[in-house]
């Protein structure tokens, strides 16, 4: 999940420089839920293996 958040973020970059900015939002957007997604699982899992 990380993984995949690393690449759209680096999607967005170059997008950005390359003045593609509607394609560097949505990479970001979609860069930024998989951040989100990937603490929570990252969360849960820690504590479900301390009960």
Known sequence: M???AIIFLVIAL??????FTGIAGA?????WILFVV???????SFFRKRV
């Open 38 to 44: 990937f603490l929570i699982l990252a969360i849960v």
């Open 14 to 19: 170059i997008a950005a420089v390359l003045g």
């Open 2 to 4: 990380l993984h995949y």
């Open 27 to 31: 990479a970001s957007n979609i860069a």
